[in-house]
């Protein structure tokens, strides 16, 4: 298993350029995250999914849109790039266990710089 | 869900075990305690969780105190390669898949050779 694996692993972007974000799981799982980390920070969700054709609002949505077509993938979406959207990308996908819980698995991370 | 406090940073010897404490006096009854740790600048990675009990994996131990207001994550032998950043966080499913999470900045662990 491959585990969760994003594209691309870094990306420059000019103020106002649009990109997509790919993350991919092959654990079969229902649950998928998107979060940002700030330098020195910890992690903000900022959407997730809780199945196929979902998508929800995490801490911190403004800027970003989401799609969840098919089960292994979530992208992630800036329409209009903004400085203050420079940060690392982190994708995760869990499943739940025992109904209230779950463990959640994170790639490896997206390094964005937005100039 | 229940905000979490850390100390921001704490170092250990190699060798020696690491205790790492956790408040979270806000939790409630239904909500778990978990622990990730971030390497460098690594995804997150799952270490343990437990609701009421301690509880034990091969990575580390988890110790919930009874009134379930704080807790320590125990790394029994540190190694320079547990020296990251460790998050301790609260979290539960709610009904339709709901849920709200804060990873806060966590401790960073310095295992000193």
């Known amino acids: 298993n491959a585990g969760v694996t994003q594209t691309p692993k870094f990306r420059v972007l000019k103020t106002g350029q649009s990109m997509t974000l790919l993350c991919a799981q092959d654990?079969?799982?229902?649950?998928m995250y998107w979060y940002r980390q700030d330098p020195g920070m910890g992690l903000r969700l900022i959407h997730y999914?809780?199945?196929?054709?979902?998508?929800a609002k995490g801490e911190v949505p403004d800027g970003y849109n989401v799609s969840r077509l098919k089960k292994q993938n979530f992208l992630l979406g800036l329409e209009s790039a903004a400085p203050s959207q420079t940060s690392v990308y982190f994708c995760?996908?869990?499943?739940?266990?025992?109904?209230?819980?779950?463990?959640?698995?994170f790639g490896p991370g997206t390094r964005l710089t937005v100039l | 869900d229940a905000k979490t406090t850390q100390p921001p940073s704490m170092d250990c010897a190699e060798g020696r075990a690491a205790n790492l404490p956790c408040n979270h006096s806000?939790?409630?009854?239904?909500?778990?305690v978990y622990w990730y740790r971030q390497i460098h600048s690594q995804g997150p990675q799952y270490i343990i969780h437990?609701?009421?009990n301690n509880e034990t994996n091969e990575m580390a131990s988890l110790i919930i105190t009874e009134d379930r207001k704080s807790s320590t994550l125990i790394l029994p032998h540190a190694t320079l390669r547990d020296t990251a950043v460790y998050y301790c966080?609260?979290?539960?499913?709610?009904?339709?898949?709901?849920?709200?999470?804060?990873f806060g900045t966590g401790t960073k662990l310095q295992v000193i050779p």
């Open positions: 995760a996908s869990s499943y739940l266990t025992g109904g209230s819980t779950d463990t959640q698995y």
């Open positions: 999914s809780v199945g196929e054709g979902t998508t």
């Open positions: 437990g609701l009421k």
């Open positions: 806000t939790i409630s009854g239904n909500e778990y």
């Open positions: 966080i609260v979290r539960v499913i709610l009904s339709g898949g709901y849920q709200k999470v804060t």
């Open positions: 654990m079969n799982h229902e649950y």
